[in-house]
C-alpha cells in the first residue's frame, strides 16, 4: 500500500513568551502523486476541541485564520485519493504552511449517482453496469467534441456522421434509445431521430466534471428512451467557501494537427461563505481532416467513378466547423440544509457540413447544419430533513435547441433551407428517506412540455423565387411527457445481499395543428405505459459481487417517429399515418430490394424491451474487473422499412416530394434521393444478446494496466434480419506509467476492432456503411458532380478515359445495384500520451493517436477516422 508523503514548513519565528496568546493562520497546499496540485480537496484542521474546514483552491491551495495556539492535525481527502494527515504545533507559532502529498487511492474508490437518480454508491456495489469518465480522463483522452471522450468505455461506439458530430451506441443502441442527462436533467427532446444524432456534441467539454453511463434500461428512473443506456454528463459544480472569498481560474489552450484546430477554454470560480459562481467562455476552430493514409475510404469518387478519393484531395473536404460558447453557474444557500443551484448555457456550431451527402459519400454539391445552438439552463432547490423525507430535490429546467439546415444537390438545381427549434420545459422532483435504516425510498416525478417550431423553404437559385413546403416535423406540434416513479433499495442478511426494484408510470401526447396550405392536417396521438426494473447483489466475498437484474425498458414513439417527413440516412422517410393513407405496405426490410409482407402500415405504439443480466464484478486495492452477459428482448420494435406500395403512387407529392419513378416491385423513389421511400412501424420482436468485460489492475506503484472488451449481436425473430448498426467486437488496452513525485506521466493505448460482417439491407444502402450504388446514381454524379469538378470531361473520365457506360459496367458489371462494401473492415489503432507539470500552475500535454497512420472507420461514420495526429494541450491555473 503506497503511503502519503507529507512535509511540512513552519513559517514566522517564536512570539515574546510574555504576550498573550494569539489567533493562529494555516495555510497550506494539497499535491498527487505526480506533483500536480489538487483543487476542491476538503482540509479539516483540529486544534483540541476546535475544528475548521476548507476547501483547496482551483491551485490546490488552502488558508484558515483564527485558530488556537495548540497543537493541531490536518487532514485532506479528495477524490481518487487516499486521505492524508498531517500534525502541526501552532503554540509558539503565529502561522504556518503545510504540504500534503496524496497517494492515489484503491480501485475501490469510484462512486457513481446515476443508477439511484443522484444517491452516492460504489459502481461495486450496484446491480447496474456502470462506466465513469472522470475528468482527468478525459483531459488525456484525443477529442474534439465531447462524445468522443466515450470510445475508451466498455461496449460504447461512437459513430460521426460529420467532424462536428458524435452519437454514442450503446449495445447497438443510439440517439432516440439512449436517454441523455445534463446534471440529471433530460437532455432528449422528441425530435431526436432514430440514427445517429448530433446533440450530445453540443455539449462543452470545459463545463465537464465526469460522465457516467449506465448500460441497458433504466426507464424507471429516467423515463422512455432508456432501451439502450443512460448517458449523464455531470458539470463541475461551484462550492461555498467555508470563509473568507476566493477566487481561481484556468485557461487552456489546445490545438491538433490531423484537423488542424486550435481553441481556447477560460474558466474562473469565485467562493464565499454566501455564494459560489463558475462561469467560462471557449471557442475552436477545426479545419478540414486528414484521414489515415490520406484516403477517404468512403469518397463519392470511389463510389461512384471507382477512382481513389486522392486523385481530387487528401483532407476531406468541408468538415471544417467551427464552436464557441459560454456558460455559468452558482450555488446559494439560502437557509439550514438547503441551497439553491443555478446553471446555464450557450453553445453554437457553425459551418457544419454533413459529410456523407457531399463528396464523402452521395456527392451532393451541398449539405450543411448550419448553425447548430443549444440554450440550457435550470434552478435546483435542494434541502435536506423536510417532512418524511431525509433530502428533496426540486428543478425546473429549460432545454432549447435549434437545428437548421441547407441542402443542395447541383450548382442549378434548388436550394432547400430547413429551420428546426424546439424549447424543452421542465418540472421535476423527487424525494429519499431511509425507512428503519435498512430501506432507501426515492419517490418522484417528472413533467416535460415540448413547443416545435419549423419552416422549410425551397429557394430557385437562378430566379431566387421562395416557395414555403412542410416541414420535416410540422409547425406548432407539441410533444407532452409525464412520469411517477418509485425505487427502493434494501440490504438484507447483514448486508450480503442488496435488492433494488422500482416502477413506473408514463404518460405522453402529441399534437400537430391543422396546416392546409402546406397539407398538414390536424393529428393527435396519446400513449401510457407502466415499467419495473428489480436488481440483485450477492456479496460472495469482500472481494467479489455477484449481480443479476430483470426489467423492462421502453420508449414511447416520439415527434420524429410520429409526424417526420425528409431526407435521412436511411432514405427519404414518410410519417406512418402518410404511408398509411395512400395504403402502403411495410417491406420485408429497410433495404432497395425489399419486398412487401402484405401486411398493413399502421400507427406507431410504444416499443419495449425484457433486459436479462448476469454478472461478476471484482475488487481489491490492486484489481477491479468485471464480466457481464445480457439478453435484451424487444418487443413491438419501432423500425424502418421500405414502403410498398400495391398501387402506383408516381406524381404523388409528400411534403413537396414528388414521386417520379415506381418499380414493379411497388417500391417509389423521389427525385432528391436513389433510394425507396421508407416509413416506421412496429416490428413484433427483436433479440439482442452480448458480453462485456473489463479490467483494471495496478501492476506496480508507478503501473496501471486495463483493458475492455465487447460483444453485441441483434436479430429480428420472425425475419432474422440482422438490426440496423450493431456494433462489431471491440476493445482497447492501456498501459499508463505515474511515477510518484515526479510530476510527469506516460501511456500507450491500443483500440481495435473486428469487421462487422453482419449489415442489414438498410446498412448496405447506407452511405456511411455500404454505400451501394445504381446505374442511375452512378450516372447522376458522372454528368453531374464529377463533371462540375473537372473529373469528367468531353463525356469521359479523366482519370481512366472511359465514357458513363464502362464506368458503371465496372462498378456493376451484370448488376442492378452493388455496394462498395459489404463489411466494415476492422482495424488496430496505436495512441501514445504524456503529460508533465512545468510549474505549480502551467501543465502540458501531448496526445498522438494512429502513430502508425491507418486509414479506418468506426462502423456507421460518415467519415473516416484522423491519420496520425498530435493534440497538445496546456493549461495555466491562477
Known sequence: MTQFLVLLVLGLGPQDAASPPAARALAGIVEDPSGGTVAGAVVTVTCADVSRRARTDAIGQFRLE???????????????????????????????FVRLVLSLADLTSEVTVTPARGEQERTFDVPDAVSVATREELDTRPLQILPQALREETSILVQQTTTAQGSPFIRGFSAQR???????????????????????????????????????????????????????????????SPSGTRTAGSLQLFGGSADRSIGADLLANLRTPSLALRGGISTRRVGDLRPGRGEDSHSALTRFLGVSSQELYTRLPDTGFDQSGGHIAGTFPIGSGAHLELQYGHETQSNVSRYDRIIGGDGL?????????????????????????????????????????????????????ETGRVTALGYQAQGTWLVRGRHGVTVGGELFDEFIGASRIIEDPGTASRRPERPEIPDGSRYTSAGFFLQDSVDLLDGRLGLRGGVRAGYFSFRVPEDPSLGVTADSVTMSDVTFQTGAVWRVTEALNATLSIGRGFRAANAYDLGAIGISGGGFEIAPTAAARVGALIGSDDGTDAVATNAQVEPLGPESSYAFEGGMKVRTSRLTASVLVFDLELVDIIQRRTAIFPTSVVGETFAGYTVIRQDEAGRAIIAQDPRPLVTRVNVDRARVVGVEADLQVRLAPAWLAGGWWSLANGREIETDNVLRRMPPPMGGLRLKWEPTNRGLWAEGTLTFARSQTRLSGGDLGDARIGARRTADDIAAFFTGTATDLGLVRDDRLVATGETLAA??????????????????PGFAVLGLRAGVRLTSRLDLTVIAENVTDRNYRWHGSGVDAPGVNVQIRTQWRF
Open 178 to 240: 439512449i436517454v441523455y442527462l445534463l446534471d440529471g436533467v433530460r437532455f432528449n427532446t422528441s425530435t431526436f431521430r432514430a440514427g445517429a444524432t448530433q446533440y450530445l456534441g453540443w455539449i462543452n467539454p470545459s463545463l465537464v466534471q465526469r460522465i457516467e453511463v449506465v448500460r441497458g434500461p433504466a426507464s424507471v428512473q429516467y423515463g422512455s428512451d432508456a432501451l439502450g443506456g443512460t448517458v449523464n454528463v455531470l458539470s463541475l459544480r461551484p462550492e461555498i
Open 807 to 824: 464506368v458503371q459496367a465496372r462498378l456493376l458489371g451484370n448488376a442492378t445495384a452493388v455496394p462498395l462494401y459489404t463489411t466494415t
Open 365 to 417: 454539391f451541398r449539405s450543411q447544419f448550419d448553425p447548430q445552438r443549444l440554450d440550457f439552463g435550470y434552478v435546483r432547490l435542494q434541502r435536506s430533513q423536510t417532512g418524511p423525507f431525509d433530502a428533496v430535490q426540486a428543478t425546473i429546467s429549460v432545454n432549447r435547441q435549434q437545428d437548421d439546415r441547407l441542402e443542395q444537390r447541383d450548382p442549378d438545381t434548388d436550394i432547400e433551407r
Open 66 to 96: 483564527r485558530l488556537p495556539a495548540a497543537r493541531c492535525s490536518v487532514d485532506a481527502t479528495a477524490e481518487l485519493l487516499r486521505a492524508g494527515r498531517v500534525e502541526v504545533d501552532l503554540t509558539n507559532r503565529g502561522s504556518g
